[in-house]
């Protein structure tokens, strides 16, 4: 029996082929199946932190104020003349006392005038006397008869005790104006400006000395409401110096409170009152900046925190329980690289502070703490 020719060509490639079908379906056999992926669990962020425990501090709180002059006052001529007598010395800055002669008017035509009053005086008196006894006489002539206040001389009389009167204030006037020849200080002051010259003639009014309170100078602190609330309840109790730029300090104290809010800034307003400011070297001067440094009483409980803890609304992340929690504090005093707080929750509490904040942090999030360096 003869195969067929085309059959025996066939089978070569039939086998081949096969072959490549069996290869294939080797591959796929072989190939593992997937395995399905499972996803990792998230690891807690790490946070740098610090361990904080409560402890006593009295913080200080240092403002800006401004001094201001006690009393300032302008002695005026309060009548014109010619200046008599000066005093030697008085200088700009010079220290003077209660009552000290500074200067003298001439009194040449006052004493005239006090002549001339005095005399008026006297015939004001002889004629309230003539006329009451006018009215004496009168009296007795119309007596048992209807007469008038006119008849009856009353209003004569009244006429001529009121022209005594003012005969009378005319003397005290004059006698006011040759006392204030004499040109006093009203009180312990420091002579800022000295406007007038030996044998110089003055008007009415005339400014002759700028002055002011020697014995204590003013400062005047603004406060803003969030300096108030801290101020309010401990003012009375600090202790308190002022500090000029030449690093000089002076011991000083509250004077008062404001009784308004200033009419630019709308802040409270408290003045402070420093003793004897023209007295030592060197001097305090009125209008001049000053530092103004607040020793307020002890707090008992308190916390040193790093200054990069706080965030941009001055409060704190703590670590609780590998968790954030943010908390509200109250900051006392804040210095270079450091902050004084008191935390409004559980003040005595130890806490684990977070450093460094970032925006993202959120509460409750779950964080693994490290401890860092203070």
Known sequence: MHSNPKMRRALPLLGAIGLLLAAIAAVIISEPAPISAKPLAAAAPPVTVVAVRAQAFAPTLTLLGTTAARWPSELKARSSAQLSWLADGLEPGTLVHKDQLLASLDTTLLEAQLAQAKSEVAEAKLQLTRTRLEQTVALKMLRGEQNTAFGRREPQV????????????????????????????????????R???????????????????????????????????????????????????????????????????HEVTRQREVVLRVDNPYQRAPRLLPNQQVSVHLRLPEQPVAMRLPASALTRDDEVWTVQGAHLVKERIQRLQHTADSVWVSFADAPREPRQVVVYPLLSMLPGQAVTPLEGER
């Open 195 to 261: 406007r007038v010259s030996p044998a110089q003639h003055v008007e009415q009014g005339q400014v002759l000395f700028e002055i002011a309170a020697s014995d204590s100078l003013d400062v005047k602190l603004p406060l803003s409401d969030g300096q108030w609330q801290r101020l309010s309840g401990a003012l009375e109790q600090a202790q308190i110096s002022l500090e000029d730029r030449q690093q000089h300090r002076w011991p000083a104290s509250v004077r008062y409170l404001a009784p308004q809010a």
């Open 158 to 193: 009244a006429a001529a005790q009121i022209a005594l009167r003012k005969a009378q204030s005319s003397v005290a006037s004059v006698e006011k104006l040759l006392a204030d020849a004499q040109i006093r200080a009203p009180y312990d002051a420091v002579i800022f400006q």
